[in-house]
Structures are given as structure tokens and as C-alpha cells.
């Protein structure tokens, strides 16, 4: 059985921004799997609007999400992409030229391109819509809303049988409540998880729920989800006389090492369950949930065990400073040091960026980058231009020497371009991720 996903979804229409951006985090952090959020205005500054809190959603969250908006040309399609969205929904009672969705797969893909039926309408009950969808594009995945199997009777031209056969998989959009521990509120998800063809289920009713109960619950009744499972026991672990064992925490993106703290076998399980990193406290005796009291919370991304078995290393996303200090690392404190470069690729570019990301906030007097922030664009691409031509020719030149140096040349005018337009690495190293 394939694994189902749980995919909370956000009306991103007429709501603030900032709003948006939070309760998206906490379905990341909370144990979702992926994302949707939609605004199928027609009007276009709002549109654009809509698109702009995609592409920061993209910097907040580690999960992949889709976005749903109004299309009317390829170019809609490009923009919504270019946000960072791993697929656009596109909401077929509102696309106006029905040609456009097979333009749009052959030409960026059918696994881009959603397409969202509603399942109430009488045309879709009927099988008609689904069957015109079918005959004339070809799309990578359905997410149908407001459709109750338990309504479909048996000699329906649009029945269950007809559903496991679809050739692609299918995300179900019900109004219903999740799951919470192992006793279900209102509609059980089970028997609808249970048909092959569903990828997962998509609803609004995750907010201010535990997803990861709800998986479990899931679980329990065999269905495969996403959840933390520990390939090794505790048992085979080797603790100290109190049974503790030392965790190494350490920041999942950037790999600083934030916080040494200690795990019983409770504790253990219970990061492992909740996907929530939490220790024991041998000072105050008891469970301590990381962030509990600051909000300071850290999230499971992977857990490693030593050659030893006696220490346990967590990569984890962190909500705020890890120290009770304030301090982005309980580390901060230098004892000894030794100077030496640091040649970390992402490091030197991060560096190299900031220091020019300066000259642009607080310009320095015969700065060559401000000469070329004073100048604007055009010299900015023209110096682009001229440095990506000096690559060519170095590189039809016997030795590296003079490679290297051009290379770092148009790396560096490109850092400036990146500031001038508002980007930055982590944009473009999560572009790079996406085509992996």
C-alpha cells in the first residue's frame, strides 16, 4: 500500500499575510506532509499579491506545497512555479480556455499541473466533466472537493470502481474533521484512505489539531503515513548509570551545533512520536519539551545514533534561539582559537554576499560594488554580460589559473545582481533543491 499523505490546505483570500505564513509553519513543523494554499481571484494586482506570499512561504517552510490560482495563459503557470510551488492547482469551473492544460503539461510537465473538480457538481456525478477532462489534456493529478463517496450508488456511470481505476493518483478534498488519538471525531478517514488510488486527504480542518496523533491513529488501523519510527530500540542503547543517554542538537540547514542536553527512554519515545525534540531534566528530575515555556520549540528532521551507541546527534528546525541565554547556540563562548580560512563553499558565499548586501544598506565611500548599485541595473547586467564572455574565453585557454579568476569574477557582479533583485541563497539553492 502506498503511503497517504495528510495535506492541510489555506484560503489565502483576503486574509493578512503574516496570519498565513504562521499557520503555515505550524502544519510544517506539526507533521504535514504537504501543503495547499489557494487564491483563484481573477483580478491580477491581487494575484501578483498572492504569488509574493508564496515566495516567502517558500523560505519558511521545508515541506513541498502546491498553490492554486487563476489561470488564463501559459505565462500565469511559469509565475506560479517560479514561486517555489512544487505544482499549481488549477480550478477547472473557472478555467475559461480548456486547451490551455494541455499546453501547460507539455510544456512544464503533467506532474506540475493539478486540476481541481468539484465533486457536488451535478456534471461531475454525472462523469461527464471528468471524462472531458480526461479526453483533452493530460495532467498529473486530481484533487476533487466536496465529493461524498458514501453518496455514490452502484449504478452511478461515476462509481467506486470507476475511481480506483483512474490511471493517476487522486488527492480527496473532504469537509472533514481529523482524526484525533485513536477514537475518530465525525467521519472516519480510514475507509477512504483505503483506495488505492487516493493519495491523501486535503482539508481545513487540521488547524489547531495534532496531525501526528491523527497519523498514528491512521496507522494503528494499517494505513501507511508518514510518521518518526525508531529503527533501533532504546534497550540497545548504551546509557549511563542513570539511564541517560547524551543528544548532540544541531541546526538541520546550516549544521551549527545549538544545544547538549540528555534523553531517557520516555523522553526518546516521545521525540520519536511527536516528531517534537524533548529531554530529560536532571536538574528539576522530570520530561523537558524544548520551547515549552519560550516557544522555542525544536523539530525532528533526523536522529543518529554513534558507533558507540551512547550518543544521539539531532538535526532539528528550530523556533528561536536554542540557549536560555537568548543565544542562538549555548556555544558562544570562545576559549581557544586559532585563525584559519574557512573555504566552506556555502559559508564564503554567505559572507561574500552579506558584505555587499551592506553596501547597498550603508554605502561606503569608493566602493566599487556602490558604484555599481549607483549606476542601476543595466551596468550591473552589462558587467554580467562582459564577465560571463570572459569565462568563454578563459576557458579556451590552456591552465585553470585564469579561469578560476573569471569565474569568481561573474560570481561575484552576480551576488551584486542577486541584491539588486532582492535574492538571496537560500532562493537559489531551493530553486537548485527542487531540480534534484
Sequence with gaps: MSIKKIIPYINAQEEIPGNLIDLALSYS???????????????????EEFLSLAKELSKKIDIPFFIGCYMERLEDVKKALY??????????????????LKEASGRFGSEKIIVELDGSDDNFNQGSELKDLLSNSSIGM???????????KNDSSFNKASIE???????????????????????????????GNFKGIASHFYDNKDIMKA????KMKGIHVNTYESKIPFSEF??????????????????????????????????????????YSRSRDKLWIKGESSGNYQYVKELSLDCDKDTILAKVSKAGPACHTGSNSCFFTELVKKEYNNTDPLSVFQDVYQVIMDRKIHPKEGSYTNYLFDKGIDKILKKCGEEASEIIIAAKNPGSEELRYEIADFLYHMMVL????????DDITRELAHRK
Design 238 to 279: 548504551k546509557k549511563n548509570s542513570q539511564g541517560l543517554l547524551p543528544v548532540i542538537t544541531q541546526d538541520y540547514e546550516t549544521g551549527e551545533v545549538l544545544m547538549l542536553a540528555y534523553m531517557n527512554e520516555e523522553a526518546y519515545n516521545k521525540t520519536v512520536e511527536t516528531g517534537v525534540m524533548t529531554y
Design 29 to 47: 513543523h506539526g507533521g504535514a506532509d504537504e501543503l495547499f494554499i489557494y487564491n483563484y481571484t481573477k483580478d491580477e494586482g491581487s494575484r
Design 165 to 195: 481505476d483512474l490511471p493517476f493518483p487522486l488527492i480527496l478534498d473532504l469537509p472533514l474533521p481529523v482524526i484525533l488519538g485513536d477514537h475518530p471525531i465525525g467521519n472516519d478517514l480510514h475507509p477512504i484512505l483505503t483506495l
Design 418 to 425: 542577486m541584491v539588486e533583485c532582492g535574492l538571496d541563497w
Design 215 to 218: 497519523k498514528h491513529a491512521l
Design 142 to 152: 486530481l484533487l476533487i472537493k466536496a465529493f461524498d463517496l458514501n453518496n455514490v
Design 83 to 100: 514561486t517555489g510551488a512544487s505544482a499549481l492547482v488549477v480550478k477547472y469551473s473557472i478555467l475559461e480556455d480548456k486547451r490551455l
